[in-house]
């Protein structure tokens, strides 16, 4: 990652929005904080998901209740899913939480496509 094409990417923006580039730069961080909110709201869907499917497959095999085999492969599948989606999450939630400059600089790379 070249900074020098990402500033200039970033003056570039700046004067088309109109903009000191040092509030365009406040903004982009700004959004970091917005996506650890989203992630945070992935993490407690999936948790949810994850809860339910544990719950319904130990009242199926506690014999509490019964569970046609074919929500019981459904519920296994949804947890063969979220948990590693949860775990993704989390990465991505720890990366913006601990370094958002950081993640701003690879979100603008992403966009102008630098290598």
């Given at each position: 990652m070249n900074t020098n094409e990402?500033?200039?990417?970033?003056?570039?923006?700046?004067?088309?929005?109109n903009v000191p580039l040092n509030h365009l730069w406040q903004i982009a961080i700004r959004q970091q904080y917005i996506d650890i909110?989203?992630?945070?709201?992935?993490?407690?869907?999936?948790?949810?998901g994850i809860?339910?499917?544990?719950?319904?497959?130990?009242k199926e095999f506690k014999g509490e209740c019964y569970i046609d085999d074919f929500v019981v492969?459904?519920?296994?599948?949804l947890l063969v899913i979220l948990v590693p989606i949860i775990i993704i999450i989390s990465v991505?939630?720890?990366?913006?939480?601990?370094?958002?400059?950081?993640q701003v600089l690879i979100d603008i790379s992403n966009m102008i496509n630098i290598r």
């Amino acid at each position: 990652m070249n900074t020098n094409e990402i500033i200039s990417a970033l003056e570039v923006l700046a004067q088309k929005l109109n903009v000191p580039l040092n509030h365009l730069w406040q903004i982009a961080i700004r959004q970091q904080y917005i996506d650890i909110v989203e992630d945070l709201l992935g993490i407690i869907l999936c948790g949810v998901g994850i809860y339910f499917a544990i719950k319904y497959l130990l009242k199926e095999f506690k014999g509490e209740c019964y569970i046609d085999d074919f929500v019981v492969i459904l519920l296994s599948i949804l947890l063969v899913i979220l948990v590693p989606i949860i775990i993704i999450i989390s990465v991505d939630m720890i990366n913006h939480i601990s370094n958002p400059e950081w993640q701003v600089l690879i979100d603008i790379s992403n966009m102008i496509n630098i290598r």
